[in-house]
Each structure stands twice: as C-alpha cells, then as structure tokens.
C-alpha cells in the first residue's frame, strides 16, 4: 500500500505501530473442554491512549476516525484488510507480481519441505494468500499469507516444545525473502472478511 499523509489524523508510521502493538499484543484465553482458547482483541480506546501517549477524549476521536477511515472494523474493533496492510507497511520498492509469485513458490516448497519431516509434532496446517498478490496487482510491496501451523490441534499434549519449534518454524520463513509478510490464524480470523485464497496444501 502507498502511506497516506495522515491516518486518523495521525502520522501514518505511528499507527502503523500501533496496529503492529495491537497484533502483537497477547490475547486473552479461556478454557474450552479442557483447551487454551484465545478470546478476541478489541483495539480498546484504553489500548489505543496508551500507545499512543494520548488522552481519553483524544484516543476516542482516533477511535472513531480509524472506523470511519475504513481501518478498523466497527463492530469487532479489529483492524480491516486496510489496518493490515498498514501494520506490515516498510519503507521498500515494490516488485513484479512475477517476482512475488516467485517467492509464494519458494514459502510453498518451504511447506511442503517441512511437512515431510517424519514424526514431526508441528507442521505447517494451511497457507491463504490475502492482499495485493491475491488480488493480481501488477507491482506489490510484499506477499501477504496467513499461516496456520498444527500446534494448537496437540491440544492437552501441547508442550513449550512445539511452542518453540512454531516459532523456528516462522524464522525460517522469514527467512525466504524481507517481502513474506505472514499472518497467524488468529489474524485470519479478526479479518474474516478479507478475500483469501487457500494455497497450502
């Protein structure tokens, strides 16, 4: 995406880091049979005051102006596709969707690559491509995935283990190109009406 001037009345890398703090905020859990849940973020105006060093009265006009703007999704104060795009925004040139294609390719043959490890106990469950590649752009600035891995269907016999090896997992796809710009499945869930297009397996 091309930075706006402004968002809500704000510079636009501030919140961009602020969306960034958002995701990468912890969620809340519950217990459901016995099961970890992660309960749905809400970009409060109370989160919103304090990372941006705001006042109430202030953090609720921004509030308002990122709904109204199209950033934030009303009813589940979650970011939108648009919110998204903002969080993951770097200072970079764009590439050919051909070159973008070609990278999809190289995190797809990672996939499939880390799926054939025997008795592995975490493995890569589902890849949806969303954003400017999904959408057939002809110059992008980066390949937007979710990425579901299979940690979380170990249910009680979850260990740190395979918390640990999820996170070597998205190192290594990191790793494939500065323009992979993943997604988790909690993400793929605030953003339940962003056009996807599921490509692994």
């Not at 995701?23 to 859990?29: F, I, Q």
């Not at 009303?74 to 970011?79: H, Y």
């Not at 070609?102 to 690559?113: E, Q, T, Y």
Request: proline residues 6%; negative net charge.
């Amino acid at each position: 995406m091309d930075l706006p001037e402004k968002v809500a009345g704000v510079d636009p890398l501030k919140m961009r880091d602020l969306f960034v703090a958002f995701l990468d905020s912890e969620p809340g859990y519950q217990k459901v049979y016995g099961l970890r849940v992660p309960l749905p973020r809400h970009m409060t105006v109370e989160f919103i005051g304090h990372e941006l060093a705001v006042s109430q009265v202030d953090a609720i006009q921004i509030q308002k102006r990122l709904i109204s703007e199209g950033w934030l999704v009303a009813e589940k104060l979650s970011p939108t596709s648009k919110g998204m795009a903002l969080s993951q925004y770097t200072d970079r040139p764009k590439i050919a969707r051909a070159e973008a294609k070609k990278i999809l390719a190289s995190v797809l043959a990672w996939a499939a690559d880390t799926n054939k490890v025997a008795n592995a106990r975490v493995k890569v469950k589902a890849i949806d491509l969303f954003g400017s590649v999904q959408r057939g752009e002809p110059f992008v600035g980066d390949v937007d995935i979710f990425v579901e891995f299979t940690t979380m269907d170990l249910g009680a016999d979850l260990e740190p283990r395979d918390m640990a090896r999820e996170a070597e997992l998205l190192q290594q796809l990191s790793q494939i190109s500065e323009y992979v710009s993943p997604s988790s499945a909690f993400d793929r869930e605030l953003m339940s009406n962003v056009p996807r297009e599921r490509v692994f397996p």
